[in-house]
Each structure stands twice: as C-alpha cells, then as structure tokens.
C-alpha cells in the first residue's frame, strides 16, 4: 500500500535537547512538497501544544500548533467520553494549559475520578506519589499520560513517567490506563485527523516501544531513526522490527 501520510514524533527525530537534527526542516518541507499528509506526535508531557509549537518555532521549525499531538488532548477526550471530570494532575511546566480547570483536583478534597501521571520531574515527589496513591486506593482510575521508560535532555537520559506509574500500579494493584504512544487509542486520534487509514500511514520514531511497537499494533509502517534515544543494544535485544531503519530525518523519504 501507498505510504500517503506520516506520524512524526518529535523529541529525537525533530531535535534532541535544544537544538534542531541537522536538515530537519527541510526534510519536512519536502514531505509536504511531495504531498504526504503530516502530523507531529509526541509524549512531551511538560509542554501544553501552544508552548510546544513555539519552541518548535524558535527552533527554526514551521509547524502550527493544530499538526501536534500530544497525551493531555487524549487524555480530555478519554475523560469527557467517560463522563468523570475530577482529576488529580501530576505533571510539571504548563501542560496544565491543556486541560479543563474545572474538576481539577485539589488538596483538602476527598476524592478524585482519575490521577493523570506525567512527566513531573521534581514534582515526582514522596509526599505528591502518597497523595496519588490514596485517591487511586479510594477509588480513582489511573490514567498515564505516557509510560516510556527514559528520554534524552541536553544533559543525557532523563527519567520519564514509566517508572513511577509502575510504582503506583504495584502499590495499588490497580493497572493504569495508557493515553499516550503506543496507546492505539492515540494514534487513532491521529490517523482519524490525517483522514487516512493506518496501511496508508508510517510512524517515524527514536523509541522502539512507544513508537514502532505502537505503530505496529495499530496497523502502520513503523520507521526507526538513529537520532535521539536510539539504541543499537535495544534494537539487537528485542523482538520488535521496524520495517525500515534510517540514520536521521533527513533520509525518511528515500526510504518511503
């Protein structure tokens, strides 16, 4: 079948840190040149998508704020579908942005309908992960903003949300709800937006979970760049191959 579309992420193909893949930008300009439908998706979860589009901005990318994808938007949907709005949020930075204030858990309140885990960094503190635990053990479901295991900052691995909502799952017995990559609730939001179905659709991605497994599972060509988080040992290791491995960005459409 056609590849027609693509699903980009964005940390580790479109950059890493601060700083932007050598040709990056301009291997997306010619994608959409070519006519490949495109939309950015990402477990960033301490960024709402307006700060991720500046960012993205001030890094010499064009890309409007309506192309990204990001958990916290399948989150709100997960959650307004439900018909339970309260919620505790552990994240940080101001991903908040993205979600509805009312029904925002606050300290004093007895119970929450969900804690969302994200990447929190400093705010994954004992004191907030006992807080969760008790709204979860009273009856709060656990909705994970994403699962991955680490990401890699300017300063090295970092990390991520996955180790932390283990550790509330094994406190609680309870097993949480995963929203972001390699959720096929997510990239069905995606594809849905792209208006194509997933055999006429890639992912391209640095994580061989959340991003080729993911796009496996849901019926799409999974592409794997050699930038950001990627492993040669984890590529060896598991089971889980990409249909097609790719040094950078740069090279995506030669291999499409």
Not at 53 to 64: D, K, N
Not at 193 to 221: F, H, Q, S, W, Y
Not at 222 to 244: C, M, N, Q, W, Y
Request: hydrophobic share 40%; aromatic share 8%.
């Amino acid at each position: 079948m056609t590849i027609k579309g693509l699903l980009i992420d964005l940390d580790g193909v479109l950059y890493t840190g601060d700083s932007a893949i050598d040709g990056a930008q301009r291997a997306i300009d010619l994608l959409g040149e070519s006519g490949y439908r495109l939309r950015f998706v990402s477990n960033t979860t301490r960024k709402c998508r307006r700060t991720i589009a500046g960012r993205l901005q001030h890094m010499g990318f064009s890309i409007r704020e309506t192309a990204i994808f990001t958990p916290p938007l399948a989150a709100v949907a997960f959650m307004k579908a439900s018909g339970k709005e309260t919620y505790m949020l552990l994240t940080t930075g101001d991903v908040e942005k993205d979600f509805p204030q009312d029904g925002r858990w606050t300290p004093g309140q007895e119970s929450a309908d969900y804690v969302i885990i994200g990447d929190a960094g400093e705010n994954m503190t004992y004191d907030n992960l006992t807080r969760a635990f008790r709204l979860i053990r009273d009856g709060a479901g656990i909705i994970a903003l994403e699962k991955d295991r680490y990401w890699m900052a300017s300063e090295g691995l970092m990390l991520s949300a996955g180790p932390f909502v283990a550790a509330l799952e094994y406190a609680t017995g309870r097993s949480a709800t995963v929203i972001g990559k390699p959720s096929r609730h997510f990239f069905t939001m995606a594809l849905d937006d792209l208006g194509l179905p997933a055999n006429e659709v890639a992912m391209v991605g640095d994580d061989i979970i959340t991003d080729i497994a993911g796009a496996k599972n849901a019926g799409m060509r999974a592409i794997l760049v050699r930038t950001g988080k990627f492993s040669h040992i984890d590529l060896e290791k598991t089971s889980i191959k990409p249909d097609e491995v790719i040094d950078s960005i740069v090279h995506l459409e030669a291999a499409l």
